[in-house]
């Protein structure tokens, strides 16, 4: 059984950090790809960024590109996002998934394939002006 809890997230200002961490078990990275969107009230759902577990190989929103990283670390099941200067449009609820397949992963609105029982509860994510 999948099972994902995100935690990190906060109120912080323009041009602040925070890092995103996903405790991610039931399943193994390898197999999967690894996925954080995003979802803010009155917006439709949002692919933030996308990693293939087997190669490691990440893709970002154009909007986040340049500021935020994914990252994976299998000894600790956990997968991880660093948000650098943050802006007030990145105010969401962040959530972490599990996309079981089948490949390609990380293809065109990837985020959107993704079964509610392979997501965490959410973070959220304040970011002030």
């Known amino acids: 059984e999948v099972h994902i809890v995100e935690s990190g997230g906060g109120l912080v200002q323009t041009g602040g950090s925070l890092r995103l961490s996903c405790a991610a078990s039931?399943?193994?990275?390898?197999?999967?790809?690894l996925v954080w969107f995003r979802q803010a009230p009155g917006k439709e759902r949002e692919g933030v960024s996308c990693?293939?577990?087997?190669?490691?190989?990440?893709y970002y929103a154009d909007s986040v590109k340049g500021r935020f990283t994914i990252s994976a670390d299998n000894a600790k099941d956990t997968v991880y996002l660093q948000m650098n200067s943050l802006k007030p449009e990145d105010t969401a609820v962040y959530y972490c998934?599990?996309?079981?397949?089948?490949?390609?992963?990380?293809?065109?609105?990837?985020?959107?394939?993704?079964?509610?029982?392979?997501w965490g509860q959410g973070t959220q994510v304040t970011v002030s002006s």
């Open positions: 998934a599990a996309d079981p397949g089948p490949p390609p992963f990380c293809s065109d609105n990837y985020h959107l394939r993704i079964r509610s029982d392979y």
């Open positions: 039931g399943f193994a990275f390898a197999d999967y790809g």
């Open positions: 990693m293939r577990g087997r190669d490691g190989t990440a």
